[in-house]
């Protein structure tokens, strides 16, 4: 599980993490779209998807709870 500021373009943090992982899955957490500018989610999640085939991404924002239940059920079920 990779978590990521939605309001910052992937930098070398997000790229060691996706080179680590090697072959395995990445589930990306775009954290604080409450904060985010709408417009630019969008792009900015093209931006991420370009870094790497991630799993699935989920737009989420902890300090609302915004995708917080959408991130924890397909943890779940991956854990299962």
Not at 16 to 22: H, I, P, Q, T
Not at 39 to 44: K, N, S, Y
């Amino acid at each position: 599980l990779l978590v990521a500021d939605s309001g910052h373009p992937p930098g070398a943090a997000e790229e060691e993490v996706v080179r680590r992982s090697g072959s395995r899955p990445i589930l990306l957490a775009l954290n604080k779209v409450d904060l985010a500018d709408k417009p630019a989610l969008l792009p900015r999640i093209a931006e991420y998807h370009q870094l790497a085939a991630f799993e699935s991404i989920h737009p989420i924002s902890a300090a609302t709870g915004v995708g917080i239940r959408e991130l924890v059920e397909e943890l779940e079920q991956r854990i299962g």
